[in-house]
Structures are given as structure tokens and as C-alpha cells.
């Protein structure tokens, strides 16, 4: 079975510095992978996804992510971060071709000092 | 469009007693999911289903049941709740099995 791990349970930056998260997972074949945010007391919504091809991937709000199959991640990057991206950030993986049955990992809280 | 409706927002609910969360998406999606979500544990899948009349279990499926009479709505069930089932629920949605899921805005249950 596929697994997420995110190292890091809470991330402290300053505003306008940068920012990456760190996302591992386990499975054997190409996984579908994904990165989600969560406000508080809301839903997820996606910043971006891989399934395939170029391995650095642009989403919204100026995120970027790179899979890298030798190491099996799939890290989060900002190169400035702004007060309003404090939140909680999760890393999923869908395997089996289906990206309906996600495993996420359990979540990294960024706060951000101004 | 009001993409993934989830209701209620909060219930409160005592040991025993049966509550039937609601999720409807007017997105005309085929496939539908069920997670919780607890403090320390990120989310995890419930049920999920790949279009009506069509569900299967995920990795946390006992005490509760799914149904998919129509596309539209995915209606979650706890036939006798237990306090271990107090969580936040989550349902989502999306097109097709390539397609990244939409989230509603949960439902935030807890039992006593």
C-alpha cells in the first residue's frame, strides 16, 4: 500500500523569505501526486498536481513542486512567501491509476512571521 | 455553481444515535469520495464511489455505510455512532479517475 510522510509538523518563516515543504512517499509504480492547502475551518483546495512529464510543476499562488523519482519526493517550494499562505499544507498520493483514492500525509502547518 | 455542498456544518450527536451526512456536487462529477480527517493524522479515505450505483470501502470504511442512488449526491451514514467517530468528514468530487478531487467545506461532528 502507498504511504505520504511530511517530515516537518510545523514550519516557521518570515515573510518574504522562502519556503519548501518536504513530502515522501511509498509506491511502486509512478504515483499520481498532489498538494493541497487548508485554511482553518475550510476545505482543501489544490495548488498543483503530477501525473506525468516534466517533473517540476507550477501551481497557484506562485507554488512549485518537483517530483524526484530517485529520491520518492515530491517537496513544495515558494520563493517568497506572503502572510496570507499561513495554513496547513498536505502532500497525497493516488495510486491503482486513480487519483479518487488518496493517501495524504498528515499535514504541515506553516505560520508566517511578518 | 456551488461545486461540493456538504451539510450540516456541525451536529452534535450522542452514542448510538444514527445521522446521515449529506454531500451533493452540480458539477456532474462520476467519481465521489468520503475521508475524515483527525488532529495528528491527515486525512483518510472512507468510501468512494466511481459512479451511481457503484461505491467501494477505503482504508477506514467500518461504521459506516455509502450508498450512490444518483450522480449527484453521496450521502454518508452512521447507523450508531460511536465517540471514536467524532472527526471532521470531508466529501469530495472530480470527473474521472485523472482528475484532481474538488472538496467541499466539511462537516465537523461530535459525539458524546
Known amino acids: 500500500a502507498q504511504s505520504v510522510t511530511q517530515p516537518d509538523i510545523h514550519i516557521t518563516v518570515s515573510e518574504g523569505a522562502s519556503l519548501e515543504l518536504r513530502c515522501n512517499y511509498s509506491?511502486?509504480?509512478?504515483?499520481?501526486l498532489f498538494w493541497y492547502v487548508q485554511s482553518p475551518g475550510q476545505g482543501l483546495q489544490l495548488l498543483l498536481k503530477?501525473?506525468?512529464?516534466?517533473?517540476l510543476v507550477q501551481g497557484i499562488k506562485g507554488f512549485e513542486a518537483e517530483f524526484k523519482r530517485s529520491q520518492s519526493s515530491f517537496n513544495l517550494r515558494k520563493p517568497s512567501v506572503h502572510w496570507s499562505d499561513a495554513a496547513e499544507y498536505f502532500c497525497?498520493?493516488?495510486?491503482?491509476?486513480?487519483?479518487?483514492?488518496?493517501?495524504f500525509g498528515t499535514g504541515t502547518r506553516l505560520q508566517v512571521t511578518l | 455553481n456551488a461545486g461540493v455542498t456538504q451539510t450540516p456544518k456541525f451536529q452534535v450527536l450522542k452514542t448510538g444515535q444514527s445521522m446521515t451526512l449529506q454531500c451533493a456536487q452540480d458539477?456532474?462529477?462520476?467519481?465521489m469520495s468520503w475521508y475524515r480527517q483527525d488532529p495528528g493524522m491527515g486525512l483518510r479515505l472512507i468510501h468512494y464511489?466511481?459512479?451511481?450505483?457503484?461505491?467501494d470501502q477505503g482504508e477506514v470504511p467500518n461504521g459506516y455505510n455509502v450508498s450512490r442512488s444518483t450522480t449527484e449526491d453521496f450521502p454518508l451514514r452512521l447507523l450508531s455512532a460511536a465517540p471514536s467517530q467524532t472527526s471532521v468528514y470531508f466529501c469530495?468530487?472530480?470527473?474521472?479517475?485523472?482528475?484532481?478531487?474538488?472538496f467541499g467545506d466539511g462537516t465537523r461532528l461530535s459525539i458524546l
Open positions: 497525497a498520493v493516488g495510486a491503482g491509476g486513480t487519483a479518487s483514492k488518496l493517501t
Open positions: 464511489s466511481v459512479g451511481a450505483g457503484i461505491t
Open positions: 458539477m456532474n462529477h462520476e467519481y
Open positions: 469530495a468530487s472530480s470527473p474521472g479517475p485523472r482528475e484532481p478531487q474538488h
Open positions: 503530477y501525473f506525468s512529464g516534466d517533473t
Open positions: 509506491y511502486g509504480a509512478t504515483p499520481y
